[in-house]
């Protein structure tokens, strides 16, 4: 198990950008697949990126595609999310988690999946 801390939510306007951070503690981070979901008010936590153990595959839910983009620094132990042209249905507690082991491109994660979760940070989206 990793601890997991995220960063650099907030509050932006319809088409604006977001950088999430997800910090990893222990000497092993390079041997987690790392995502990211999302969670609003009365819905399910949903896969929304991720990520391979070396950083050269990835995958996307298709609400995100073409404007998220996961990248990871396993030197600094660090998982990123770049959000471009954020629109108001982004609006999100937004999660980091990881799971010991590859990762599969093609598979539907769910949050079953995943082992270690950070506490989350808010994204808020205006119209």
């Known amino acids: 198990q990793v601890q997991l801390v995220e960063s650099g939510g907030g509050l932006v306007q319809a088409g604006g950008s977001l950088r999430l951070s997800c910090a990893a503690s222990?000497?092993?981070?390079?041997?987690?697949?790392m995502t990211w979901f999302r969670q609003a008010p009365g819905k399910k936590r949903d896969f929304v990126a991720g990520i391979s153990r070396g950083g050269l595959s990835t995958s996307y839910a298709d609400s995100v595609k073409g404007r998220f983009t996961i990248s990871r620094d396993n030197a600094k132990n660090t998982v990123y999310l770049q959000m471009d042209s954020l629109k108001p249905e982004d609006t999100a507690v937004y999660y980091c988690?990881?799971?010991?082991?590859?990762?599969?491109?093609?598979?539907?994660?769910?949050?079953?999946?995943?082992?270690?979760w950070g506490q989350g940070t808010q994204v808020t989206v205006s119209s």
């Open positions: 222990g000497r092993t981070f390079s041997m987690y697949t």
């Open positions: 988690a990881a799971r010991e082991g590859p990762f599969s491109a093609n598979y539907y994660y769910t949050e079953r999946d995943f082992g270690s």
